[in-house]
């Protein structure tokens, strides 16, 4: 069986990877898709979030990455999937999730929403949260893979720090709540 598990990976965490290997377990091909939000601003464009995740994602040989814009449920269709992954963290994640997945349902109702819970470890990860306390020089060694580390170094070399990447906050156009009002992503 093939599944999707969509989402911003602005950048790719150890929560999402933590998702990711257990998703490919379960199913006999994950595909990680980066959705582009038009309303949002990304730290990273959709290239750079995709090569974090096959950098990331290498060593797990039914994971394939790619890309798409517009609804999920017509893409999880043209690739041949028939389940959405998602993983869920918290309490806050949940009325959020609860809502888009009935609503992808009722969009296609062969299409199943299949939720992973987060691992303990990770249950506070974000990627807004990584992207904060990276712009003001935080640690946050084991909570991305390397490379991600590496790369939101160079977003906010040392003397550049808490500018956010364009010179507001870390958390781009989503605003203190998120995009969802959860700020959680
Ligand atoms: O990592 P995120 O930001 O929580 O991911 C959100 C994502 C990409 C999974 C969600 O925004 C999405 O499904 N976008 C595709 C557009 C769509 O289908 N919207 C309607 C969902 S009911």
Not at 2 to 8: E, F, H, I, M, Q
Not at 65 to 86: E, N, Q
Not at 116 to 139: D, N, P
Request: charged share 25%.
């Amino acid at each position: 069986m093939k599944a999707v598990y969509p989402g911003s990976f602005d950048p790719v965490t150890a929560g999402h990877l933590d998702i990711i290997e257990r998703a490919a377990k379960v199913f006999d091909q994950l595909v990680v898709t980066v959705f582009a939000n038009p309303s949002k601003e990304p730290l990273f464009d959709l290239e750079e979030r995709m090569y974090m995740l096959r950098e990331a994602t290498r060593h797990i040989p039914n994971v394939e990455v790619d890309c798409s814009t517009g609804l999920l449920v017509p893409y999880v269709r043209r690739v041949g999937a028939s389940v959405i992954v998602k993983g869920l963290r918290a309490m806050s994640d949940f009325d959020y999730e609860f809502r888009m997945a009935l609503m992808n349902k009722k969009l296609d109702p062969d299409i199943e929403t299949v939720f992973i819970l987060t691992s303990s470890q990770y249950a506070y990860l974000s990627s807004s949260l990584i992207r904060e306390v990276a712009s003001f020089g935080g640690c946050v060694t084991g909570l991305v893979p390397e490379m991600v580390e590496r790369r939101l170094k160079e977003k906010w070399p040392v003397g550049n720090r808490g500018q956010g990447e364009h010179g507001g906050n870390a958390t781009g156009a989503r605003g203190p709540n998120g995009p969802h009002g959860t700020g959680v992503v």
